[in-house]
């Protein structure tokens, strides 16, 4: 399975550091997450923030915004936080239906997963990473299908009342599947490395899987490579969970814990 296209992000000259979140999760429910966020995009001296997926939830159409007072807010913190720095969201599990329509409203750049981030001498490869756990077959069949235009279309046409109803039955599904014990898959290190080569890079980031670490990755015939999980966000949870990862110009990566 080769590389997915990929587009490019071309980093300027004079940016000095960028930070990358992803599987952040927000909701209504849980608000000491969402004031842990809202804090950091008012304050983070960064760049440009690139958010990897997962930001919501769950996104049932840029039809909701409109009627949802906490979507509103987290508009208008995206919207007041790309007047002062570069942002770039892509699409996550959950929230793959954001559209043009809602990244207008906030001035956030959509992001292509996968996309290359090139810095001066350094690049990065930039995924959400669902589509690289392949061992969870079921999960592939079922964004295979619910990625399709098609799937898509057909979705975003039903009710909103219809579509929240269908979310929130995928979001009991989701947490009776966790609360099993079962997780989520990680990311194939045959098929990252196969991403990598195709990208010409050698350093993966990537959310989804909530197992913030760094690996190595080696291959016969080819120097090391690396791939660094970002953390999932979670205020709520002992100990609480909400880490950046930024990278600074000269190739250097640091995590930002925000919370002891």
């Known amino acids: 399975m080769s590389l997915p296209a990929a587009s490019q992000l071309q980093a300027p000259a004079h ?10 999760h927000l909701q209504a429910q849980e608000p000491e997450t969402f004031e842990a ?5 008012d304050s983070t001296p960064a760049d440009a923030v690139l958010i990897l997926g997962d930001l919501f939830e769950v996104w049932v159409g840029d039809d909701e915004v409109p009627s949802s007072p906490f979507l509103q807010v987290c508009r208008d913190v995206l919207r007041s936080a790309s007047t002062r720095l570069h942002l770039g969201i892509m699409h996550g599990n959950r929230d793959f239906l954001m559209g043009p329509a809602f990244m207008a409203s906030c001035g956030a750049q959509l992001l292509h997963d996968p996309t290359l981030l090139r810095w001066g001498r350094h690049s990065w490869l930039l995924s959400h990473g669902d589509a690289l756990c392949i061992d969870d077959t079921d999960y592939q069949k079922f964004r295979q299908q619910v990625r399709s235009p098609a799937w898509m279309t057909s979705f975003l046409a039903q009710p ?4 929240q109803a269908v979310a929130r039955q995928l979001r009991e599904e989701s947490k009776a599947h966790q609360s099993s014990g ?5 990311a194939d290190t ?4 196969s991403w990598l080569k195709s990208a010409a890079a050698s350093h993966l980031i990537h959310g989804h899987t909530h197992r913030a670490a760094d690996h190595v990755m080696t291959e016969v015939g080819q120097g090391p490579c690396h791939r660094s999980v970002l953390s999932d966000w979670d205020l709520q949870t002992q100990p609480p969970r909400a880490q950046v990862l930024r990278l600074t110009a000269d190739g250097r990566q640091q995590r930002l814990p925000l919370v002891a």
């Open 160 to 163: 909103l009342a219809q579509r």
């Open 15 to 24: 940016w000095r550091s960028v930070d990358l979140i992803s599987d952040l």
């Open 182 to 186: 079962m997780g989520f898959a990680d």
């Open 37 to 41: 966020w809202q804090t950091y995009m």
């Open 190 to 193: 045959a098929l990252s490395l």
